[in-house]
């Protein structure tokens, strides 16, 4: 799961676990199951309460639900998924589980305790649900939506800053890859890319690096060049220049081998 780039056109996800099974058959998908709306809550990080989710059962059966904030955690790859074993205590809803009958719908409002030293805060609202039959034959199907939560800094606070740490090749000249890993030590999502040159052996070689959505505190290995036999095995020197919300935000000189 990726961080959506087009936050108000993201669309929760709907994940469904079934006994000895990882998803509904077709007829049972057909007759309903959880929405959760919207796809991605978006407000001011400031004290108290800040919005609500509306959750809808629309199977023809009642069902019984939990709701919990959760942080992300966030691959070196870049791929997120809600931390399952924490929950986010300065985020706190009026229910945290209830009955929904068939059919029904309920808004649950969220409200933030105090904001965090980085004046932001992003994690992911999971809501799970699961019908109140007891015993019977056949699949037991459970629903877990997962969708976002984005509490924005303001705009005088915000804080746009990378840090660039390990340097590293995987694979060889002739094939491989040229990775950084960069840390995001701002408080925003703004995506964070590079521009990158590389020189020696009387060659220049230059890469704009794409965006990518790094989570504040977390760090990722931003791809710099494909190895592709464009360059000998040797030394070179690596020109590296962090961008973020279309400025500077970090930039170094390193020497690097390929073999």
């Known amino acids: 799961m990726r961080l959506?780039?087009?936050?108000?056109?993201?669309?929760?996800?709907?994940?469904?676990?079934?006994?000895?099974?990882?998803?509904?058959?077709?007829?049972?998908?057909?007759?309903?199951?959880?929405?959760?709306?919207?796809?991605?809550?978006?407000?001011?990080?400031?004290?108290?309460?800040?919005?609500?989710?509306?959750?809808?059962?629309?199977?023809?059966?009642?069902?019984?639900?939990?709701?919990?904030?959760?942080?992300?955690?966030?691959?070196?790859?870049?791929?997120?998924?809600?931390?399952?074993?924490?929950?986010?205590?300065?985020?706190?809803?009026?229910?945290?589980?209830?009955?929904l009958a068939a059919g029904a719908s309920r808004s649950v409002g969220l409200r933030l305790a105090r904001v965090p030293k980085r004046r932001s805060l992003y994690g992911a609202i999971e809501v799970t649900g699961a019908p109140l039959r007891r015993g019977g034959k056949g699949i037991k199907v459970a629903y877990r939506l997962v969708t976002s939560l984005r509490l924005f800094p303001p705009a005088r606070a915000r804080r746009f800053k990378a840090r660039p740490k390990r340097l590293f090749v995987k694979g060889r000249a002739r094939r491989g890859a040229l990775f950084l890993a960069v840390k995001n030590a701002g408080n925003t999502i703004d995506p964070i890319g590079a521009r990158v040159t590389i020189t020696g052996r009387g060659r220049t070689v230059r890469n704009e690096v794409a965006p990518q959505t790094i989570l504040p505190g977390a760090t990722v290995n931003l791809r710099l060049a494909r190895l592709r036999g464009t360059l000998s095995p040797g030394r070179y020197r690596l020109g590296v220049r962090l961008t973020q919300a279309g400025r500077k935000v970090a930039g170094f000189r390193r020497g690097v081998r390929l073999r």
């Open 4 to 99: 959506p780039r087009t936050p108000r056109a993201a669309i929760a996800t709907a994940l469904l676990a079934a006994t000895a099974l990882l998803a509904a058959s077709p007829a049972q998908a057909q007759r309903g199951g959880l929405s959760v709306t919207p796809g991605i809550l978006e407000a001011a990080a400031r004290p108290g309460g800040f919005g609500a989710v509306k959750i809808a059962n629309t199977t023809a059966k009642p069902m019984k639900v939990r709701l919990a904030v959760r942080p992300w955690r966030q691959a070196r790859n870049g791929s997120v998924a809600p931390n399952r074993r924490k929950v986010m205590g300065k985020v706190r809803p009026n229910r945290g589980g209830f009955r």
